[in-house]
């Protein structure tokens, strides 16, 4: 089922939130602070869903995985924030938390306040960004500044735009060579 915590709602005094499979937690209240900052949020194969149509900006304790999750960070234009405490020292097996409804530049993520230091380099490669809902893949976890995570692109991805740079680069030349006036016109 699907717990809302809507405007005015709060999980305040809570310690620890799982979240088991088939199960949603929805914080569509706006603002902050739904539930406790230093809440530890367990994801036990549900997902944890921001917006409702109101922008989010929710800072919660440490991430723990126990099955594969989602984070869906809705489709609403200004963005979502979700803030979750350092989790380095937390357990997440081989699990995958796949976060959903991503927009680079919109929507922010974080782990810790510290750059580098809020997620290991395995759960880094845990974490799959799609822009949709799981269908279309935007890369695995890189660290920002901040603690901030955002995707990386997929090689393939980063091999097509060095094609495209390099086809372009090579036409440039050619026709450098063959023209003489344009030659003329470099600066040396």
């Known amino acids: ?75 609403l234009a200004t963005g979502q924030v979700l803030r979750f405490a350092d989790s380095t020292l937390a357990d997440w097996g081989s699990f995958v938390l796949s976060v959903w409804n991503w927009t680079e530049g919109v929507d922010a993520l974080f782990f810790g306040s510290t750059f580098g230091l809020g997620l290991t380099e395995s759960q880094l490669q845990q974490v799959m960004f799609y822009s949709d809902a799981g269908q279309t893949f935007l890369g695995d976890g890189n660290h920002l500044d901040a603690g901030e995570v955002s995707p990386v692109p997929e090689p393939a991805s980063m091999l097509f735009v060095l094609g495209l740079v390099l086809v372009v680069a090579y036409r440039e030349r050619r026709w450098l060579l063959r023209c003489p006036e344009a030659r003329l016109q470099m600066p040396a």
């Open 1 to 75: 089922g699907v717990l809302q915590v809507g405007t005015g709602g709060s999980l305040g005094g809570t310690s620890q939130v799982v979240v088991n499979e088939g199960g949603s937690l929805l914080l569509a209240g706006g603002g902050g602070n739904q539930i406790h900052n230093s809440a530890a949020i367990v994801l036990n194969g549900g997902s944890v869903v921001l917006g409702g149509g109101v922008t989010m900006n929710e800072s919660v304790g440490v991430l723990t995985l126990t099955a594969n999750s989602t984070l869906d960070f809705g489709t």
